[in-house]
Antibody, heavy 123, light 109 residues
Framework: QVQLVQSGAEVKKPGASVKVSCTASGYTFTGYYMHWVRQAPGQGLEWMGWINPNSGGTNYAQKFQGRVTMTRDTSISTAYMELSRLTSDDTAVYSC????????????????WGQGTLVTVSS | EIVMTQSPATLSVSPGERATLSCRASQSISSNLAWYQQKPGQAPRLLIYGASTRATGISARFSGSGSATEFTLTISSLQSEDFAVYYCQQYNNWPPALTFGGGTKVEIK
């Protein structure tokens, strides 16, 4: 069965960086785009960007340009999301999310989610 | 950026009644819209894609409609397990610049 298992909760100080991992199993890692979505406490969903695990190509939401880096290690089927220059507004649950299988056309929506990683930014 | 606006923010409905949720896009997105359901402490679950196609395993109580800028999610007869927050999400761009609506909470009346 498809599983996305993320790294554990983090507490960071303002100005620091955080790197969250997402290890996939149960499917061909390089066959599906991986997105990152965050949700601040009591708030809605916010898309951060995606990575093509096959090519390593990325596309980031404009809001996070220059501050987020998404990478992957295909040898261990793991995607990473690193966010820098953290502020208290970045306190949220960060989730990796698998894109549905898509061969052509526009089909950028999600079928499997990681369990989420709580990142708390506090001095 | 395409802005997605959901209404109402909260919908109070009695079990067995119909619920109608709205989602509006700031510009036309054709039918490139998905709906998700999120229960407390859980990850969202895909309900609808392509504005009107139910995802695998989703009850026929859920139906989606609309195109361009106006979309609706209808839950025909609310069951206890349907009380949750619902989000719409557009995916009209290449490369993807995805955006979600702010959510509608469906609560028990």
């Amino acid at each position: 069965q498809v599983q996305l298992v993320q790294s554990g909760a983090e507490v960071k100080k303002p100005g620091a960086s955080v790197k969250v991992s997402c290890t996939a199993s149960g499917y061909t890692f390089t066959g599906y785009y991986m997105h990152w979505v965050r949700q601040a406490p009591g708030q809605g969903l916010e898309w951060m960007g995606w990575i093509n695990p096959n090519s390593g190509g990325t596309n980031y939401a404009q809001k996070f340009q220059g501050r987020v880096t998404m990478t992957r290690d295909t040898s261990i089927s793991t995607a990473y999301m690193e966010l820098s220059r953290l502020t208290s507004d970045d306190t949220a649950v960060y989730s990796c999310v698998r894109n549905v299988y898509c061969t052509n056309g526009l089909c950028y929506y999600f079928d499997y989610w990681g369990q989420g990683t709580l990142v708390t930014v506090s001095s | 950026e395409i802005v997605m606006t959901q209404s109402p923010a909260t919908l109070s409905v009695s079990p067995g009644e119909r619920a109608t949720l709205s989602c509006r896009a700031s510009q036309s997105i054709s039918s490139n819209l998905a709906w998700y359901q999120q229960k407390p402490g859980q990850a969202p679950r895909l309900l609808i894609y392509g504005a009107s196609t139910r995802a695998t395993g989703i009850s026929a109580r859920f139906s989606g409609s609309g195109s361009a800028t106006e979309f609706t999610l209808t839950i025909s007869s609310l069951q206890s397990e349907d009380f949750a927050v619902y989000y719409c999400q557009q995916y009209n761009n290449w490369p993807p610049a995805l955006t979600f609506g702010g959510g509608t909470k469906v609560e028990i009346k």
